[in-house]
């Protein structure tokens, strides 16, 4: 297969293939596979280290809405601000770790543990997986996602595995504009195949697995996540933070090197909220 992303190589091949799983075999998968995932869990990359959170699995949710899993993760962090991006950042992580591992993952907005949580901080969300009983991977053709132009300004490749991200109710609630990278619009076909990179953003970074990049884009991104309307936001407050996490989580996977902090000179957005900027 060979993906087309414009401007570069693509440094994490499982962003353009990816997809929400919602139909599990039910069996309970080997221990070792487990010993595999609790490996990745105590080696995620958070975006704010000062931040605590706990990467529970438990095998029984409630609120999971027709989800059936034989396991789930658990998420829970203590309460900061930029704990839910810092939960989107590590969460996504563990969706692209599934999705390169042969298993089937779903973020589960709703969902609680039915036992109580095993950690003693706040829970903020859950996960299904397990194996897949529907396809694992897509063709880029049927993404359904909004245009670059549509949550984006500016031209930096690593917008496009952005514009890919997941978020809840796939509404896309965010916004970025690159300051100055490289020209998307350059065009470029990289060989997905060719690197085999499935690994973490830790071995991105590392730049072993990153062996073929030509180019990524290097420049600032600024990142904003729409203004929600306070009715809709009772319910759904946490998930604009989590989703931004998860669109920061991608750049960072087909990052080089990866910083996120605030920009005094970022532009401000009418109808979003400035929520950090890549690159600073
Ligand atoms: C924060 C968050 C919460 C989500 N909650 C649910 C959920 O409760 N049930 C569900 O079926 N999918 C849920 N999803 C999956 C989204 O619907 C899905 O990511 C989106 O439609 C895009 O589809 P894709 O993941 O296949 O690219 C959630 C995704 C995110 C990021």
Redesign the pocket.
Same mark, same amino acid.
């Given at each position: 297969m060979r993906v087309s992303v414009a401007g570069g190589k693509v440094m994490n091949e499982t962003i353009y293939k990816?997809? %929400?799983i919602?139909k599990y075999d039910q069996a309970k998968l080997d221990e070792g596979v487990l010993a595999k995932v609790r490996e990745k869990i105590a080696d995620l990359t958070p975006l704010y280290p000062e931040i605590r959170y706990y990467i529970d699995i438990v095998n029984k949710a409630k !609120? %999971? @809405? !027709?989800?059936s899993a034989p396991h789930y993760l658990v998420f829970c962090s203590e309460e900061k601000d930029g704990a839910l991006e810092n939960i989107?950042f590590v969460g996504?992580q563990m969706?692209l770790f599934f999705s390169a591992s042969g298993l089937g993952s779903?973020? *589960?907005?709703? /969902?609680k543990p039915e036992d109580r949580d095993a950690s003693a901080l706040p829970h903020v #969300?859950c996960m299904a997986f397990g194996a897949p009983a529907e396809p694992l991977h897509?063709e880029l053709a049927e @993404?359904?996602?909004k245009t670059l132009a549509e949550m984006s300004e500016g031209s930096d490749p690593r917008l496009e595995a952005a514009r *890919? /991200?997941? %978020?809840?109710?796939?509404g896309q609630n965010w916004f970025f504009v690159a300051e100055s990278g490289t020209d998307s619009t350059a065009g470029g076909t990289a060989d997905s195949t060719a690197s085999g990179t499935t690994g973490s953003i830790a071995d991105s970074h590392a730049g072993g697995a990153a062996g073929d990049i030509d180019v990524s884009g290097s420049g600032k991104i600024h990142c904003y996540r729409k203004t929600i309307n306070p009715v809709v936001g009772l319910v759904m407050s946490? @998930?604009p933070c #989590?989703?931004m996490g #998860?669109a920061l989580c991608h750049i960072a996977e087909e990052s080089e090197s990866f910083e996120f902090g605030k920009d005094a000179g970022a532009p401000e957005r009418k109808g979003y909220v400035y929520a950090g900027t890549v690159g600073v």
């Open positions: 990816r997809k %929400s919602r !609120g %999971s @809405f !027709g989800v989107g996504q969706d779903c973020w *589960l907005g709703m /969902a #969300i897509r @993404f359904k996602r *890919l /991200a997941p %978020s809840a109710r796939n946490k @998930f #989590i989703d #998860i």
